[in-house]
């Protein structure tokens, strides 16, 4: 959702350049009250498939207890296309309480009117209606990774 991303590039931006920068963010910036997920862009999700640990293996974890099938430091993973969170080849993410962090507000599941038209006289208009807002800014931070040069 447009709305959502829009508001997740808000919260308190933070650059990293390694997994010890994330896992940093993760312990001591994030407070331990909130759960905790990864919203990543596909070019960030390709940043934590390639980490390896210092007995060559990969951090990404297979995992049957989230959605998308993998984790991270105990974090699942939630995989979005670049254009969502940034433009193509930028590597973003979203860690934090997403619950928590975003309001979306369902107003009316499904709305039906009549409308006036000009031309057909009246025709049957259906319509959503939903609201997105930030309700906790200190519930994620969004994340932005460069590599060290």
Same mark, same amino acid.
């Given at each position: 959702n447009s709305a959502v991303a829009t508001l997740l590039k808000g919260f308190t931006p933070k650059s990293i350049t390694s997994v010890d920068d994330l896992k940093h963010i993760n312990n001591v910036d994030l407070d331990p009250a909130y759960s905790r997920v990864i919203i990543a862009s596909q070019s960030f999700y390709n940043f934590l498939d390639t980490v390896k640990d210092g007995n060559g293996r990969y951090l990404l974890q297979d995992s049957i207890l989230t959605p998308s099938g993998k984790s991270v430091l105990g974090m699942p993973i939630v995989v979005v296309s670049d254009d969502t969170l940034g433009a193509a080849g930028e590597a973003h993410a979203f860690l #934090?309480?997403?619950?928590?962090?975003?309001?979306?507000?369902?107003?009316?599941?499904?709305?039906?009117?009549?409308?006036?038209?000009q031309i057909y006289g009246q025709?049957?208009?259906? #319509?959503?209606?939903? #609201?997105?807002?930030v309700a906790d800014e200190k519930a994620g931070y969004f994340l932005t990774y460069t590599p060290k040069a």
């Open positions: #934090g309480d997403i619950k928590r962090a975003i309001l979306f507000a369902n107003r009316a599941d499904f709305m039906v009117r009549w409308v006036d038209d025709f049957l208009q259906a #319509g959503m209606r939903f #609201g997105v807002s």
